[in-house]
T-cell receptor, first 114, second 111 residues
């Protein structure tokens, strides 16, 4: 069964460093998402991506964040200058079309900012 | 804006039935989802409701009343492995179909 994959599973970085989290969505899916979950808190939407551009973003997704799909398969989330409060699980998800459909989540990347 | 409420914690006994409630307020409602999340893992899809009524899927059922902004997830024949957080989430029309999640209900199944 096709699945969303994410790398790395765990990333440790120093405050102020740049990190890139990688996702490979399911191959025929068209809409891609990033969510984050701070430990003990709810899953929060960050950004959605369709047709090679951002379709919607939340207040969390400020200028420190960016997304791109560089090669038609990978979908990346970059945090330019990490802060302690960026420590969280980051989940990538995808759906095949805009029709209501379950979102397929990747296993997540645990980001720890020291 | 959107607001989703669900109980923080519930406890039930193996073999029993448990109902987890969710109330929501959203503009342009387009669907309600239930996900299961074990600690340290990704959410996994359980069910989806867009019309009023009951959707049944094996041991899991989900109900929706759009007029009341209310849903519940019903888990039957509880097993120890059902101990997890159960997340209620909604999507809105006109959006990019992102999910807005509630804080989750931590279910503990006791032997």
């Amino acid at each position: 069964e096709p699945e969303v994959t994410q790398t790395p599973s765990h990333q440790v970085t120093q405050m102020g460093q740049e990190v890139i989290l990688r996702c490979v969505p399911i191959s025929n899916h068209l809409y891609f998402y990033w969510y984050r979950q701070i430990l003990g808190q709810k899953v929060e939407f960050l950004v959605s991506f369709y047709n090679n551009e951002i379709s919607e973003k939340s207040e969390i997704f400020d200028d420190q964040f960016s997304v791109e799909r560089p090669d038609g398969s990978n979908f990346t989330l970059k945090i330019r200058s990490t802060k302690l409060e960026d420590s969280a699980m980051y989940f990538c998800a995808s759906i095949p079309s805009r029709a209501p459909h379950e979102q397929f989540f990747g296993p997540g990347t645990r980001l720890t900012v020291l | 804006g959107q607001n989703i409420d669900q109980p923080t914690e519930m406890t039930a006994t193996e073999g029993a039935i448990v109902q987890i409630n969710c109330t929501y307020q959203t503009s342009g409602f387009n669907g309600l989802f239930w996900y299961q999340q074990h600690a340290g893992e990704a959410p996994t899809f359980l069910s989806y409701n867009v019309l009023d009524g009951l959707e049944e899927k094996g041991r899991f059922s989900s109900f929706l009343s759009r007029s009341k902004g209310y849903s519940y997830l019903l888990l039957k024949e509880l097993q120890m492995k059902d101990s997890a957080s159960y997340l209620c989430a909604v999507t809105s029309s006109g959006s990019a179909r992102q999910l807005t999640f509630g804080s989750g209900t931590q279910l503990t199944v006791l032997p």
